[in-house]
């Protein structure tokens, strides 16, 4: 418990040192492995199976174990809900809050190590997997923590058609891969936000991903000083806010951009992702794995005066579509 307390602080704590950072999150990792014998260095099969949803891909026990490695992505979630739970202390000052805590993984690594500098009468916690391995090891981390008394339920379940017995104070749900591909997390959103009480909060609060034009040789230079960037912003294609989920039939609105008046000739198509997790907190691009700028390069020819007509397409594989129109096409 003195560790795992030593190493949230260093985690919520640490400022912009980010080798402060990269440090606890690996020594968060490797505490989490002494207890359930998940990483990535031990053979077990049952560690290394993926489920195929109806909304998307539920990535392996031990992926999402290594997910705390992604130590600037750890460190932003960790610190962003640190301040929702005092945030909603506030608000709701005389309840004990509810917390739902969708795709926990085997670690929960999003609402554990809080528990070091939190008390139970703060709050409960509904943890869902889908995976039984995940499950039984989130299991066996609160008990080998005593953390049982922060705990509602477990429920190894698809979240997706998980509805609520009451209505939780705060959702986390982080279930996303670069520029939304693949995971479930937009659907997940749809499914859970609703179910939010009145003030509560949802973490991540947005999700935006926006088109770009890039000069790929002034982008990925790592030689030498750092090349400026050569960009054509085209504007948002993308963008999942919990407080304003209102898509009829869960289906996202098309989105058009146009290419303006410039030579597209060595510029290269890419989605950027910003991830806002709650106030002050947020991933950039690059800031983590699931914030890394994408190359379409279906995209690459576009041409000034192009317009090019976006859809977020929910199902087993979560993707955009995309469709381009000439300057003398009509949409």
């Not at 520029?179 to 609060?205: R, S, V």
């Not at 030689?223 to 869960?250: S, T």
């Amino acid at each position: 418990m003195k560790k795992l307390k030593q190493i949230t602080e260093e985690i919520l704590f640490s400022g912009n040192n980010h080798g402060a950072q990269y440090t606890a999150c690996n020594a968060l990792f490797d505490f989490f492995i002494e207890i359930t014998n998940i990483s990535h260095q031990i053979e077990n099969a049952e560690d290394e199976i993926e489920t195929f949803l109806a909304n998307g891909k539920a990535i392996c026990p031990k992926n999402a174990a290594r997910c705390v490695l992604d130590f600037a992505r750890t460190t932003q979630f960790l610190r962003g809900i640190y301040v929702a739970i005092l945030e909603l202390k506030k608000r709701f000052p005389n309840e004990k809050l509810d917390i739902l805590y969708a795709g926990s993984g085997p670690f929960a690594t999003l609402v554990v190590p809080l528990m070091a500098v939190f008390q139970p009468s703060d709050f409960r916690v509904t943890l869902i997997d889908i995976h039984e391995r995940s499950i039984r090891a989130v299991q066996k981390v609160f008990a080998d923590l005593g953390f049982d008394d922060f705990v509602a339920d477990f429920v190894q379940t698809d979240a997706n058609t998980y509805n609520h017995n009451g209505k939780p104070h705060l959702i986390i749900s982080e279930t996303m891969q670069t520029a939304m591909k693949n995971e479930p997390h937009a659907a997940l959103t749809l499914q859970l936000a609703p179910q939010l009480a009145e003030n509560g909060i949802f973490i991540p609060q947005k999700i935006s991903v926006e088109a770009c034009l890039a000069n790929q040789a002034k982008e990925f230079s790592f030689v030498g000083e750092e090349v400026e960037k050569e960009r054509v912003y085209l504007g948002e294609i993308f963008a999942l806010e919990a407080e304003k989920v209102n898509f009829p039939n869960h289906e996202f609105p098309p989105v058009t951009v146009e290419v303006p008046a410039v030579d597209t000739e060595k510029l290269s198509f890419m989605y950027l992702t910003t991830v806002q997790i709650f106030g002050e907190c947020v991933l950039r691009e690059r800031n983590s794995s699931i914030t890394y700028p994408v190359i379409v390069n279906e995209l690459n020819d576009l041409k000034s005066g192009d317009k090019i007509r976006f859809k977020y397409i929910l199902g087993e594989k979560p993707h955009f579509e995309y469709e381009v129109f000439s300057n003398d096409e009509i949409l």
